[in-house]
């Protein structure tokens, strides 16, 4: 497992001016520290977390309307992981809270 973080925080750190490269490898970072069985597939040779950017566009184009194409959170790193050849749902943490939390 801490190889393949360090795979990806290497490529975090080349990237630092691509903000999408940071978004998509800490949500990585999160996901093998959770799964250690993932390392492997983070570890595979090629994989990048550059290249799985461009699995998304490729995912994204499909569904294009009038030149535009979005994905959701949770579309968007399950092409991630799918990319990787990592089996399972993207847990995506969500920020919730109400007024009455604080009250």
Request: proline share 2%; no cysteine.
């Amino acid at each position: 497992m801490e190889q393949a973080v360090k795979k990806l925080q290497d490529e975090i750190t080349s990237s630092k001016r691509n903000p999408y490269i940071q978004v998509i490898g800490n949500f990585l970072i999160q996901h093998v520290q959770a799964h250690s069985d993932s390392a492997e597939q983070i570890l595979a040779e090629g994989k990048t977390i550059a290249k799985s950017l461009e699995a998304m566009k490729k995912e994204a184009m499909k569904k294009q309307s009038n030149g535009m194409a979005m994905l959701t959170d949770e579309e968007g790193y399950a092409i991630v992981l799918n990319y990787f050849g990592i089996n399972g749902q993207p847990q995506v943490s969500r920020f919730d809270v109400k007024l009455d939390d604080f009250l």
